[in-house]
């Protein structure tokens, strides 16, 4: 039977520490808004949550970026009926990662080419690796989309069950409303967790053993 972790605690760090902590984060969630922006322009399909973001953009003309946040504020508020508590890097998740998307989109242009279309795939999903690394690593609380997932994991279902139910419902929304889905999506799943795994230790501030219950929530 799989254990789910326990309630996220709220972490406040000293500021000495905050000052340590807060340049790896910011520094992280920047690459993973970089990265989607890169994904976004390649049209060969996002990971499941940029699916759904892609397709409420798409329904409501708000930019893709700003409506990741505004789903990660919702998911967030969901957190008052499962028992987690969000840290400094939790609200930094919501904002920093749409902010940068959109900014990005605004100057980064689409391409035509196939060949560069690839190159902006694989760059952008590349950059989840050691973004996540750095944002993970920085140990200031995790993203919206993990919380919702421990908290349910808390209530009887596994965290593997949990995740990919919450995945696999974005992903379906997100197609259903028009978001891109395709083989990016497809290497997005296949390489994420070697690509943190990976840059995880390398990157982190106190270089932990990497938490299996925090992982990234970049898709």
């Known amino acids: 039977m799989s254990v789910a972790p326990p309630p996220t605690p709220a972490f ?56 990741a946040i505004l789903v990660g504020a919702v998911v967030l508020l969901s957190w008052m009926w499962i028992r987690e508590r969000p840290g400094i890097g939790t609200i930094a998740n919501i904002v920093v990662i749409g902010l940068t998307i959109d ?51 808390r209530r009887g279902p596994s965290v593997r069950l949990v995740r990919t139910g919450i995945e696999l419902t974005a992903l379906a929304l997100g197609i259903l409303l028009g978001g891109t889905a395709g083989i990016g999506t497809v290497l997005f799943a296949l390489t994420i967790g070697p690509n943190v795994q990976f840059f995880l230790p390398r990157l982190a501030v106190d270089r932990p053993t990497p938490d299996p219950s925090d992982a990234p929530d970049l898709v």
């Open 12 to 67: 406040v760090p000293p500021r000495h520490e905050l000052v340590r902590r807060l340049p790896p984060l910011l520094l992280g969630l920047v690459l993973c808004g970089f990265g989607i922006a890169l994904t976004v322009n390649a049209d060969l399909g996002l990971g499941p949550w940029d699916v759904l973001h892609q397709g409420v953009s798409e329904l409501t003309g708000i930019p893709v970026g700003t409506t």
């Open 103 to 153: 900014l990005v989109l605004l100057w980064l242009p689409e391409p035509e080419a196939m060949p560069l279309r690839i190159a902006f795939l694989l760059v952008g999903v590349f950059l989840f690796g050691p973004g996540s690394g750095f944002y993970i690593g920085a140990g200031l609380g995790p993203g919206p989309r993990d919380g919702l997932m421990t908290g349910i994991a």
